[in-house]
Each structure stands twice: as structure tokens, then as C-alpha cells.
């Protein structure tokens, strides 16, 4: 019955606007008739019931909602036909928060937002400023960082596009990941990571998954000693910097 009501009312107003935009084209400028025409007919729809009476917005956990409206920059009572929902959806989709959205009408009366947010994955430091990134890379938020304490820290310039890879071996590799405090890039070329208890591990440019690998099969016996630094830049091989404590010789290799 909404339907057939709602192809009446439009039909009736396409009807007699277009009457009446056919009688004005014969005597006004063609775009000033148009543009009478539009506006007779969104005025007329909107009495007829068809204004913006709700704004559904699912899927919004982090995204400001008064940012997420100033972007729609719809408002209750406009008419629901002259909302520009593909100009809505690009706004929509600048805010860094988003990863995919649908702006739709549901008529008579409401406008649809569906969103689906970015995942936080990391904290980036570089030159002193602290980001939260998610997976891909992307800068997602540099202010109010608090909830995101627990996220790993990755440093430097390049950390973003190369975060994502990192992440998914120190995943396979949990007793490393609990004891991660940072890791870091270096030469953009590999990473070192800093572990909580202060030992530098540094990863090797190529092959860094099997690298890591060798480190956790050694993680009790390894990781809970003395050490400054573990090396494992060299294939089959680790290298480890005793700390001062128990410094007989300046580096014992495994």
C-alpha cells in the first residue's frame, strides 16, 4: 500500500508540475522553468509526507557523531528527495575512521547510514608524534590515544605500509609477541623489535617469519636471561650480547 501510495503522490506531482513547466517553457528561460519545476516538486512531496523524519547510522563505534552528521549535513524536515545521498556517501567516506559506506532513502521518511569502521591495529611513532594506524596502514586518529595503550608500538617512517606483515608473524609467534614493547625499522630495510625486559632483537632483512621462529623455540631458556641483544640476521645462527652482569666474553653465539 506505501508504494502505490507513493507512486500516486509522484506521478500526481510529476503531473501537475510538468503542466505547468510546459506552459512556463513556452514564456521563461528553460533552466529558470527547471528550476521551478525541481523545487515546486520537493516542496510538494515533503507536505506530502516525504522529509527526512530519522537518520539510521549503524555501525558507528568510533566515528564523532557530530562529525559523522556535519558530513551528511542532512536535517530533519528537508525533503527526502532532494538529499543528494551519493554527495552524502563522499563526504562520508573522507572521515579516516571509515573503511566502507551506503548512504540510501527509505522512504517515506528516512535516511540509511551504513558503515563499517577501520579496525585500530598499531600504535606509529615517527618525529615525535604518536598515530594509531589500522592494518593497511592507514592513519587513523592522532588525538585522545588513551584506549589505545595496549596496541603494539611500531617506529619509524615507512612503519605503517610494512605493520600489517609484522604483525601476522609475531601472531604465530605469541610468546614473543607478549614480551614486545616495540618494534622498530631500521635502514627501511628490517626491524628490530624491544622486548619489555630491554633485549634488542634484530630481525634480518629476508626471511624474517623463520627468524622469528628460531627465537620462540629458544624463548624459555633465551629470553628470560641476561641479554642485550639477540642477533638474528645471520641463517641458522644466533647471536647474542651478554648483559654486564655476566660479561666473560663480548658476544656468544648459538
Known amino acids: ?29 528553460f533552466a ?8 515546486k516538486t520537493l516542496t510538494t512531496t515533503a507536505a506530502a509526507g516525504f522529509h527526512v523524519n530519522e537518520i539510521l547510522v549503524t555501525g558507528r563505534k568510533r566515528i564523532s557523531q ?10 530533519y524536515g528537508d ?3 532532494g538529499v543528494n545521498v551519493t554527495a552524502a556517501r563522499d563526504q562520508l567516506a573522507e572521515i579516516s575512521w571509515v573503511k566502507d559506506i551506503s548512504v540510501t532513502r527509505r522512504l517515506p521518511d528516512k535516511i540509511v547510514v551504513q558503515l563499517k569502521e577501520r579496525a585500530p591495529a598499531a600504535l606509529w611513532q615517527y618525529q615525535k608524534k604518536l598515530s594509531v594506524i589500522d592494518a593497511d596502514g592507514r592513519t587513523l586518529a592522532s588525538k585522545d590515544l588513551g584506549e589505545f595503550q595496549s596496541l603494539p608500538l611500531v617506529v619509524g617512517e615507512d612503519a605503517p605500509e610494512h605493520a600489517a606483515a609484522l604483525l601476522r ?5 605469541p610468546a614473543v609477541m607478549q614480551q614486545l614493547s616495540s618494534a622498530v625499522r631500521v635502514g627501511s630495510r628490517r626491524w628490530d623489535l624491544r622486548l619489555k625486559n630491554g633485549i634488542n632483537v634484530k630481525l ?22 641476561n641479554i642485550v641483544s639477540i642477533d638474528l640476521r645471520l641463517p641458522e645462527q644466533i647471536t647474542v650480547q651478554p648483559g654486564p652482569a655476566q660479561v666473560t666474553e663480548d658476544k656468544k653465539t648459538i
Open 1 to 29: 500500500m506505501l508504494r502505490l501510495r507513493t507512486c500516486g503522490i509522484v506521478l500526481g506531482v510529476v503531473g501537475l508540475t510538468g503542466g505547468a513547466g510546459y506552459y512556463g517553457w513556452t514564456r521563461l528561460p
Open 32 to 39: 529558470l522553468v527547471s528550476s521551478w519545476v525541481s523545487e
Open 66 to 75: 557530530d562529525d559523522l552528521l556535519a558530513r551528511l549535513n542532512v536535517h
Open 79 to 81: 525533503p527526502i528527495f
Open 169 to 173: 608473524m609475531l601472531a604465530a609467534e
Open 204 to 225: 634480518p632483512e629476508a626471511e624474517a617469519e623463520l627468524a622469528l621462529a628460531r627465537l620462540a623455540a629458544e624463548s624459555d631458556g633465551l629470553l628470560t636471561k
